[in-house]
């Protein structure tokens, strides 16, 4: 399918305004991409946004950050993914905690958790599924080995169930293959 880049950071009204003129676009055949030429006709299915924090600063109206968070958040689920029928992912930022727990604690490596998510609680009450994605090479220079080239991927909550359990994917020139088996960590 398509894929269609809008990087003016938006609040979630204007945002959902955009994803039904570009839905509609695409149901009628009418989408170009930058070249000028037509899309095929298809179901625009996905919206993501990146990166929530930077989303949230449109919120000039709401004077507290986390607060800011929660009403982008919130808008995000009642006026895009439900008001325009898209999924969406909402891309954040993890708190700077991890990689200092990477630096200090030895071979062991520390998995994110929801408490490391910038703004986790304001972000729980409205994801289905939080999800990180850490590759403990880039902020841990004694990273056990078997790690190397891996990234772990960590279901921070699942609201239809859920573990903290890893899966390993291979990073290979910012394309991951789950074709690896998950070292002991």
């Given amino acids: 399918l398509p894929i269609v880049v809008d990087d003016a950071p938006a609040a979630p009204s204007e945002v959902a305004a955009r994803v039904r003129a570009r839905k509609a676009d695409f149901a009628a055949g009418r989408a170009r991409d930058d ?65 200092d727990a990477d630096r200090t604690k030895g071979k062991r490596i520390r998995w994110p958790r929801k408490s490391d998510l910038y703004g986790a609680s304001e972000i729980e009450q409205d994801a289905d599924t939080i999800i ?38 291979r990073a290979d020139k910012g394309c991951f293959t789950d074709d690896v088996a998950t070292p002991d960590h």
């Fill in 35 to 99: 070249d000028g030429n037509l899309f095929p006709k298809c179901r625009m299915q996905l919206a993501i946004g990146d990166h929530l924090q930077r989303l949230a600063g449109q919120m000039t109206h709401i004077r507290d950050k986390f607060e800011r968070i929660a009403a982008t958040s919130n808008g995000w689920l009642v006026e895009v993914a439900k008001g325009c029928d898209v999924a969406t992912l909402l891309l954040s930022q993890m708190n700077r905690g991890v990689e």
């Fill in 132 to 169: 990180a994605v850490h590759r403990p090479e880039l902020v841990d220079d004694d990273c056990p080995e078997a790690w190397r080239g891996l990234a772990g991927i960590v279901k921070l909550k699942g609201r239809f169930g859920g573990d903290h359990h890893v899966r390993a994917v």
